[in-house]
């Protein structure tokens, strides 16, 4: 039996054909792999490449400014003495070498500020970068401090630098009731100008046994003041004291004693301003307007 071919041979062409496009389609639609993996990480999200830049950036997206090394300044510390209270106990909780301080005192044998210090003094010490101290500053009072500054061969030089000042004037009177010092202190009197008063009249009357109830005394003071605060420093220019129909003064010369009305000295040993003592620590205290020849304004004169 004779065969017959299915596929006549344009059946066979067309066929042939249909794979060539086929194949050809497939090759050409296949995507290159090499594309396919590599990733530009521009499009994922999360993953983008970090800006060195901004590495540093705020929360605004500001860059922040690199942070500099802070470099070393100068310092000051202020310390206020206590009771107890040692100078080389201050300065070796200071970190100040006793070196330093054996030139300091050096610096200050003249003068003796240093000698003895009293609660309530004030020191401001000023440092260098280096932590070295470059002056020493005591306050003595509101308006005088005593300065020791280190000089380029490393010793201390002493300056006592002082605030403009004035005087003003007060009367303290009252009546004596059971006592001078307890009358006196209701008038406005320390204790020290009680003591004052009484020994420069000690000479007149016994104030133990010959004052009484309704005796009468008045005490014209100077006090020193800076523009804004009393010094503490003061001097008593005048003093009256009534018992019975007598009355005793004194009264402060230009020449820095006190005379009574006659002009005889109201003490055998003249009594030179009898303003308290240069405080432990103080200077000593400089001679008053009546010592110089100069008084307070508005002090009574002498005729």
């Known amino acids: 039996m004779a065969t017959h071919d299915r596929f006549p041979l344009l059946h066979k062409i067309l066929l042939l054909l249909g794979v060539s496009v086929l194949v050809g389609a497939a090759f050409l639609g296949t995507p290159d792999r090499s594309s396919a993996y590599s990733i530009d990480p521009a499009t994922?999200?999360?993953t983008e490449t970090p800006d060195l830049a901004l590495a540093a950036a705020d929360d605004h997206g500001h860059p922040q400014p690199e942070q500099a090394v802070a470099e070393p300044q100068e310092r000051e510390e202020v310390y206020r003495v206590e009771p107890g209270d040692t100078l080389s106990a201050i300065f070796d909780d200071k970190g100040i070498s006793v070196q330093v301080l054996h030139q300091l005192l050096a610096a200050d044998a003249e003068y003796l500020a240093l000698e003895t210090l009293h609660p309530g003094t004030d020191l401001t010490?000023?440092?260098?970068?280096?932590?070295?101290?470059?002056e020493l500053t005591l306050?003595?009072?509101?308006?005088?401090?005593?300065?020791?500054?280190?000089?380029?061969?490393?010793?201390f030089?002493?300056?006592?630098i002082e605030t403009e000042t004035h005087w003003v004037l007060n009367v303290r009177q009252g009546t004596i009731h059971r006592s001078?010092?307890?009358?006196?202190?209701?008038a406005g009197l320390t204790d020290r100008q009680i003591e004052e008063i009484s020994h420069l009249l000690k000479s007149k009357i016994d104030f133990r046994r010959e004052i009484r109830e309704g005796d009468r005394f008045a005490a014209l003071i100077a006090y020193e003041w800076t523009p804004e605060?009393?010094?503490?420093?003061?001097?008593?220019?005048?003093v009256s004291f009534t018992r019975g129909r007598h009355t005793y003064n004194a009264f402060l010369y230009t020449d820095g004693n006190?005379?009574?009305?006659?002009?005889?000295?109201?003490?055998p040993a003249f009594l030179r301003w009898p303003t308290p003592p240069a405080?432990?620590?103080?200077?000593?205290?400089?001679?008053?307007?009546g010592a110089s020849g100069h008084r307070p304004q508005d002090a009574p004169q002498r005729s």
């Open 279 to 289: 405080l432990p620590g103080q200077l000593p205290l400089q001679p008053g307007p």
């Open 139 to 155: 306050h003595l009072d509101p308006a005088r401090k005593a300065v020791f500054s280190r000089q380029e061969d490393g010793t």
């Open 44 to 46: 994922v999200t999360g």
């Open 125 to 134: 010490f000023r440092f260098d970068p280096e932590g070295t101290l470059e």
């Open 157 to 160: 030089a002493y300056q006592q």
């Open 258 to 267: 006190y005379y009574d009305e006659n002009g005889e000295s109201v003490l």
């Open 180 to 186: 001078f010092f307890a009358s006196g202190k209701q």
């Open 229 to 238: 605060q009393e010094t503490g420093r003061y001097h008593i220019d005048a």
